[in-house]
């Protein structure tokens, strides 16, 4: 299947954009990775594939109505933030993180302007990186996510679940024996929480999602993941935090980001991708404790902080081969014209 | 009266200069609009009006001294944030909260170094943000605010008040039911807020000041704090914050700088400006509970976060017509000029 | 001696760099000073001598396996961000703060990742900032070495020490008068906290390994030492506090960098740097405060902050003459050249 033939339908291009949106989570810039990814959390829950899409149509629609980069809305990346801000006001206002509910209107209109402001918050953020070339990745999200989720809590009209407590290292104990499950379910559930589904096998479903397009994002999830896993046990991590995939999951993004995306792949970059999902298994430690007091969840702050600490200077370093992000593609595309261009 | 014919004057330039810099506050580069304003503090307290002028006074003569852009000094530019900086340390030092109290000599000294290095923040933050043309609003005073709030608590020689407790949404009590109070007071306190003036009478007399310069900016201005208050009893904020001007001060401080000021006014820059001011007044509850912890007053950084997040970017939406900061005078000229440019 | 003797050497060079990225630390450009300041850790504890010299070694290194800008490793500005961190991550791990502890093999290697972070956090910082000619200070030091310490807290594999609790105002007695103690002590100790010695000795030694580059850059970390210490003094804090030298050594820190280094030296820039050192000391314990819920330690984010609050800005000033990070050697030769080219 050509991944472009309907990126210019009239009707269905709107379809193939969201889509994109979806796998550019990932940075899977393909409708049918975002599809498979999709399926991941319906398999989960419903509820979650229904506000996935929800987020995702509305910061596209946003970035329509203010007249937005053609080429940038066809490419899904106004969508990939308004998904997960809808998906992360569900995840920690829900009776149960699981399956997520069904929003009251309040909630609903509440989720639709996060949504929105995530495209205009995308726009500042690219604005800001933009002579450094380096990409907003998932950051308006936080940002929007940490501002929307407090305010949350203070009014009537909004019911807060019992999980609008962070998911912190502490609520685990600490003496639960590492067995196999931590090994298989972690690395799994640590993909799924990157789409806030603490479910391993929807995990290794959007894994698959991410192979469609993109055989080396895979693998680097997948070796980020697992990374974020043995960093996490072998200093003593506790077991449960562990396999809900919470020390994996910055990991995993910070392993695609940086293993042949916006770097050529090479041995350089395979050695800093694995450097920075180590730091990043530690750093997700250290954010959730900065976070505790005011009770705020990491969300993917860690993966943000510590890629754009490794690629904004990325210019000073001889020993890196930079890819743009207006450039950046697949690993694979970008090291084929790397190589033919040099 | 021809606003500009003291401007230039030798000895009465620097009264007007420092009257554009209290309306500078609200955006109005008008000496007649500052002058009115301090009416409306002097209504309030005869103490908060003094330091407001000590404020403004100390950081436009420490940019005279720097030897600033005159051009900066002469439009009030280097002095609203000062005499922010001065309001803030009295009104959450003094005993009583709406009259604010006589500091000592420790805190004069205090407040003094305070609004002078708002001047250097304030270059410091447009020579930043330079390169976007975005302004610098009133980050100079939150910053050196906060930064200079937190110390007062530590030294013996200062006497911190009681309010040197946050203002939190969850200092009132839920369940006071809404009424015409709440209404007219609190659309009125949402203006005299930005002055710290817990005074709806001094609310109205500021708009008042506004209007001397530009209907339109007065206009935005009150739809704002009225959107800010619709929103707050919408969501069940607490009663006692929604009349206390809290949810609506960053609200029409965000309506004023979206609607006409900084974007040529249409109908997407108004519906880009009720946008802005109805996430201004969920947001200060977001900020207000992230500061609880250290027991910081949110002050204005609300308004600056979503007017920054919305307007940095701004260039990358062809539906909005931003006006620099260089140009921008007011939303009845910006709009004059753009017609006649077109 | 000719201070530049070894640079170029195939062996010993490494070590001259390693040695300038001591003095670094206090923008001494110089190995002979890295050398003394070297001996003032070595004279109150040899562990953190040895572990400051790791720290330097791993920055440096990371820096020539990256392929960083061969001048800048050759000056040391790769090195001292690392050693600084490699200093704070066993001063607040160990049993006793005063002498630290032989870390274990788990900590080793999580100090040489944070280490190595620096070098990435410094070339990104300086890419940040190199648009407006400002230097990264310990910006990097500060940002790795808060996000290393807190994970640190939730390893079994790693022992938190006593100190992992931030030195805050609030741990020390308010009502112990001053004595001579105090004063001697406290500047002293001031100049030996920047390398976390709290040994007043040290701090003097530091100092004499100042002065053997620069006399004016030791007279101004005097002279700052001692205005955070007056300060203090005169707002009334607390004696412990002041004599273990916590007001002063942000003090002193900006003190050199705005009083000849980054700045020509003239009655402007001493009165700049004089302000600088005020405002340093009461910042101080306004950060302290604010990062107690989240028990951090300032480090020396005082000082960048207000450092970079004054300089960023700096060509809005004509009274200031600016020296960009790239042309500024001493106090003394910044002044020599900028006469000479009038």
Redesign the interface.
Known sequence: MRIGQFQDHSVLGFVDWTLRGVGQVVFQNNPLAGLVILAGLFVNSWIYAMICVLGVVVSTLTAI?????KALIREGLFGFNGALVALALIAFTSEDFRTGAVPSV?MTF?LV?AA??TT?????????LG??KVAPLTMPFV?VG??????V??????EAGPMAKPIS??QFA?DTPYNLNTWYMGIGTSIGQIFFQDNWISGYIILIGIAVNSRIGAAMGLLGAAIGTVVAV????PEGAIRDGLFGYNSALTAIALGGFFLVMNW?SLFYAI?GA??SA??W??????L???G?PVLTSTFV?VT?????????????VPVPPAEATTPEDNRRRYLAGR
Request: proline share 4%; charged share 10%; with cysteine.
């Open positions: 109505v203010l007249k937005a980069d309040a509440y302007c929105a402001l205009m918050a995308f726009a500042t953020i690219a604005t800001l002579p450094h940002l940490w501002l929307f989720l407090f305010a809590l203070k009014f009537d009209a909004i290292p502490d600490y072998l200093f003593g991590g350089s450097f180590i730091v530690w750093l430690a250290s954010i959730a404790i900065f505790k007091p005011i705020m902080l754009w600490i490794m690629l904004i200077g990325q210019y000073a370093f001889k020993a890196l």
